[in-house]
């Protein structure tokens, strides 16, 4: 079967999923800190959560391109679960050949410079340290943590968490580990590539999230009229609505170079520059669809809070626009300027 066979398949589920199990009743739930119980139950028998896991190790052994393609169609419902950090810590734990469990995992670090350890003792491992900004903590009875060279599978026996979120209100917990890991591997990926793959994954949810907007913003435009005539006929408006098309073709392209970008061995360079210019995007797109809907967007009754939110968190995840624009702007002042177009084009 072709692949964009299989990545039209996948999307396809997706979509009918989370538009039967994840409406506005559901979100506003999640978004007062309750868990969707049955909204997660339908994604974890579907098996979308296992999307990136090779066949041999209990996944669907699709391309990780098409794998990561769902989180477009999650971040287009504003799905509030950790799917994509599910999907992350069910890689780690396939790449390092240990089993995956059952339910909703968080992985981390996500954020330069922090890093837990592991300690032999007794015969298994004992793993200490904090990390910060770790996505569902609270929500996960199982955790996966990268150590050095080592992947560790921790339960939440082993640590304490300082409750915390971020603008769409998602957990965004501190978490202090002091405890033994249930499973301990030996993996080949760095906390860079790590972050870069979770970079990735939320330069998915931003292109997907930014469709969705795009086409409210648009449909409220026609829809909405003023001096006799919908206001998408007044050429201010057209004009916005045309910026933020244009927008978010920029963050699919930047999606679509970021996946392919983790299906070619996590190559650091194109991913930066996808994350960075879906990020822009982001910002950009959520601005002008609040000026389109006007003071009816502000309201918490309106759904247009769930992706706009999200999108202003997404955004910083896992490396800020500036972060990622940083590590290009280095590497191509290394690299000199006789080298500059190889560089660009070696994507």
């Known amino acids: 079967m072709p692949d964009d066979t299989i990545g039209d398949m996948l999307r396809e589920t997706a979509g009918r999923l989370f538009q039967a199990h994840c409406d506005t009743a559901t979100q506003r739930l999640a978004d007062q800190g309750t868990w969707p119980v049955a909204l997660w139950a339908a994604v974890e028998e579907a098996g979308l959560h296992r999307a990136l896991v090779p066949e041999d190790a209990g996944g669907f052994g699709v391309p990780v391109a098409d794998a990561l393609s769902l989180l477009k169609v999650a971040g287009a419902h504003a799905l509030p679960l950790p799917l994509a950090e599910t999907m992350l810590a069910s890689w780690l734990l396939a790449g390092a050949g240990l089993d995956i469990p059952d339910g909703p995992l968080t992985a981390g670090p996500v954020r330069d410079g922090e890093s837990v350890v592991l300690t032999p003792d007794k015969g298994g491992w004992h793993v200490s340290g904090t990390l910060t900004r770790i996505a569902w903590a609270r929500d996960v009875d199982r955790m996966v943590v990268l150590a050095g060279a080592r992947i560790a599978l921790v339960g939440k026996d082993s640590w304490t968490i300082e409750p915390g979120e971020n603008v769409a ?34 330069t998915q949810q931003i292109a997907g999230a930014l469709t969705r907007l795009t086409e409210m913003t648009t449909q409220y435009a026609q829809d909405r009229v003023q001096f006799g005539r919908p206001i998408g006929k007044f050429q201010a408006v057209q004009q916005n609505l045309a910026v933020m098309a244009g927008q978010t073709a920029a963050a699919v392209a930047a999606a679509d170079l970021s996946a392919e970008a983790v299906a070619n061995g996590v190559k650091i360079l194109p991913i930066a520059a996808g994350k960075a210019r879906a990020g822009e995007a982001a910002g950009i797109v959520a601005g002008i669809a609040h000026q389109v809907h006007g003071a009816i967007g502000f309201t918490f009754e309106h759904n247009l809070h769930f992706l706009t939110r ?13 972060v990622w624009q940083r590590r290009l702007g280095r590497h191509m002042a290394a690299s000199g300027a006789d080298q500059l177009w190889a560089e660009i084009t070696a994507v």
């Open 310 to 322: 999200r999108l202003w968190s997404w955004r910083d995840e896992f490396g800020k626009d500036a």
């Open 169 to 202: 209100r998602e957990p965004r917990d501190t978490v202090r580990f002091d405890g033994e890991a249930i499973a301990v591997g030996e993996t080949s990926i760095t906390a860079g590539a790590l972050i870069a793959v979770g970079a990735a994954m939320r």
